[in-house]
């Protein structure tokens, strides 16, 4: 399984931006995906499935996300919005439970001024 995250950028505090893991249209259509953050030295921690997002959207410190996915091309996205400093990390894509694909090269994030 190859996952292949993209988008990443530097974004002003407030900005949007969407990101981007392209994989195989069966494996979106077969497995539940999600986004996971990491920064060095954490572990991967789970950001946003299509169920549920886990960096609570009442908190103010990292901004509002929201998980798509199209099956037709198999890409995953996560929609950022009203970014803050506390959401920059790397983000992959990845299966929703463990065992974890082999993780890609991730993309990313930068919320600054």
């Known amino acids: 399984v190859k996952l292949v995250e993209s988008g990443g950028r530097f974004v002003p505090p407030g900005g949007s931006l969407r990101i981007s893991c392209t994989t195989s249209p069966n494996l979106v259509r077969t497995t539940p995906m999600a986004w996971f953050r990491h920064i060095a030295g954490e572990d991967y921690a789970l950001v946003a499935t299509k169920d549920a997002v886990f960096i609570n959207t009442q908190d103010s410190k990292k901004g509002r996300f929201t998980f798509m996915q199209s099956a037709e091309t198999g890409t995953v996205y996560l929609q950022m919005d009203d970014l803050k400093p506390a959401a920059t990390g790397r983000y992959y894509c990845?299966?929703?439970?463990?065992?974890?694909?082999?993780w890609g090269q991730g993309t990313q994030v930068n919320v600054s001024s």
């Open positions: 990845n299966s929703q439970s463990s065992p974890h694909f082999d």
